[in-house]
């Protein structure tokens, strides 16, 4: 089975930094996913790491350790605009498939 | 590209009765999936299918039906309503490949009273 953790909810504040960890147990791993979520839309694509190691993408970057089943997301030079939902989210490749679980998500709310 | 398109948007259902959300894709994906999302909570898989007349259940499956007779659509069949399946409904598709994003439809909300 799968089973993928983060934080809930987290604040910070405009022009600071924010990580957001997620950990994650499944079996036939084959990536991890970092979706942004508006309020009433539809989740949009950040990242993907499928070997170890940071990945930066402007103010954006993603972390991948495979053997800790860990991974984090990092938020530089907040703006108000970050605020959102962010998901984790694991690709599932066992038994031929190719499907994406999902974590909770976490809500994060950026203050002036 | 359309990309993945949904619909309807917005649908009120009355307990007990039927449904048919539209999911079409136009990216020649050979993956789509079906999620829900309840209020505050991360999406959850229904049902998916690997290619065309191939479909299998996920994590939250009953009081739902798929088919997939086309590689472009995957509706998603509800029956007999029921006010727990009231949430917000994603389709998304994939491609093998590392390169594939999961991009996602625009959702649809239901509410069944």
């Known amino acids: 089975g799968q089973n993928i953790d983060q934080p809930t909810e987290m604040t910070a504040t405009e022009g600071a930094i924010v990580q957001i960890n997620c950990t994650y147990q499944?079996?036939?791993?084959?990536?991890l996913f970092w979706y942004q979520q508006h309020a009433g839309e539809a989740p949009t694509f950040l990242s993907y790491?499928?070997?170890?190691g940071l990945e930066e993408k402007g103010r954006f970057s993603s972390f991948l350790s495979r053997s800790k089943g860990y991974s984090y997301l990092l938020l530089k030079e907040l703006q108000m605009k970050d605020s959102a939902s962010y998901l984790c989210a694991v690709r599932d490749g066992s038994f031929n498939t190719d499907k994406l679980i999902f974590g909770t998500g976490t809500r994060l709310q950026v203050f002036p | 590209n359309a990309g993945v398109t949904q619909t309807p948007k917005f649908r009120i259902l009355k307990i007990g009765q039927s449904m048919t959300l539209q999911c079409t894709q136009d990216?020649?994906?050979?993956?789509m999936y079906w999620y829900r999302q309840d209020p505050g909570m991360g999406l959850k898989l229904i049902y998916y299918?690997?290619?065309?007349?191939?479909?299998d259940k996920g994590e939250v499956p009953n009081g739902y039906n798929v088919s997939r007779s086309t590689t472009e659509d995957f509706p998603l069949r509800l029956e007999l309503a029921a006010p727990s399946q009231t949430s917000v409904y994603f389709c998304a598709s994939s491609t093998t490949g590392t390169s594939s994003r999961y991009p996602f439809g625009p959702g649809t909300r239901l509410t069944v009273t």
């Open positions: 299918s690997v290619g065309a007349g191939i479909t």
């Open positions: 499944t079996s036939g791993f084959n990536g």
């Open positions: 990216m020649n994906h050979n993956y």
């Open positions: 790491n499928v070997l170890d």
